[in-house]
């Protein structure tokens, strides 16, 4: 069955990065996009961007230029993102999420939880 | 970004009632392909979203004939028939016609 099985809670300081990951397992990791999508209780849910995990081909959701990098590692079937230069906005839930033929949104990992706290 | 308006934000119910969810887009959802990409995900407490409703009205794959969707062009409804507890949680409505996806701010469906 297919699972994203994402890294754990991190606790982050002001102005430093964090770098979470999402594995996948149960399908062909290169034959679907992996998205990120972000939570807090004051935005809802924020579309980050996503990865084509084939060539690594990115789109980015403009307001997130410059705070997410979307990466993937395919021997790994591992998609990764880096949130940088981090403020306490940037504390939330992110989670990785895969679509199906069906379309968008069919598979959401657990959800990584990021503190920005000095 | 195209902006999805739900409501109520909240919804008590008794269980075996039927409750409607509104969303309304600020663009329409029709896609250059002539499908419309609007879709609902509950969210149940401490859980991820899970995906009900796909492109409208197609219910996801194990999602019981409780749940049916309706609308077009930007305005759209869930409807749920016969509630039961397990449908409680946060309902979004999700469109992905546009970049970037944005969601609504959510409806929260309680017990009475």
């Known amino acids: 069955q297919v699972q994203l099985q994402q890294s754990g809670a991190e606790l982050a300081k002001p102005g430093s990065s964090v770098k979470i990951s999402c594995k996948a397992s149960?399908?062909?990791?290169?034959?679907?996009?992996i998205s990120w999508i972000k939570q807090t209780t004051g935005q809802g849910l924020e579309y980050i961007g996503y990865?084509?995990?084939?060539?690594?081909?990115?789109n980015y959701n403009e307001k997130f230029k410059g705070k997410a990098t979307l990466t993937v590692d395919k021997s790994s079937s591992t998609a990764f993102m880096q949130l940088s230069s981090l403020t306490p906005d940037d504390s939330a839930v992110y989670y990785c999420?895969?679509?199906?033929?069906?379309?968008?949104?069919?598979?959401w990992g657990q959800g990584t939880l990021v503190t920005v706290s000095s | 970004d195209v902006v999805m308006t739900q409501t109520p934000p909240s919804l008590s119910v008794a269980i075996g009632q039927s409750v409607s969810i509104s969303c309304k887009s600020s663009q329409s959802l029709v896609y250059s392909d002539g499908k419309t990409y609007l879709h609902w995900l509950l969210q149940s407490s401490g859980r991820s979203p899970k995906r009900l409703i796909y492109?409208?009205?197609n219910l996801d794959s194990g999602v019981p004939d409780r749940f049916s969707g309706t609308g077009s062009q930007k305005d759209f409804t869930l409807k749920i028939s016969r509630v039961e507890a397990k449908d409680l949680g946060v309902y979004y409505c999700?469109?992905?016609?546009?970049?970037?996806?944005?969601f609504g701010a959510g409806t929260k469906l309680e017990l009475k």
């Open positions: 990865i084509n995990t084939g060539s690594g081909g990115t």
């Open positions: 492109q409208v009205s």
């Open positions: 999420a895969r679509g199906s033929n069906s379309g968008p949104f069919a598979y």
């Open positions: 999700a469109q992905t016609t546009h970049f970037p996806p944005t």
């Open positions: 149960g399908y062909t990791f290169t034959s679907y996009y």
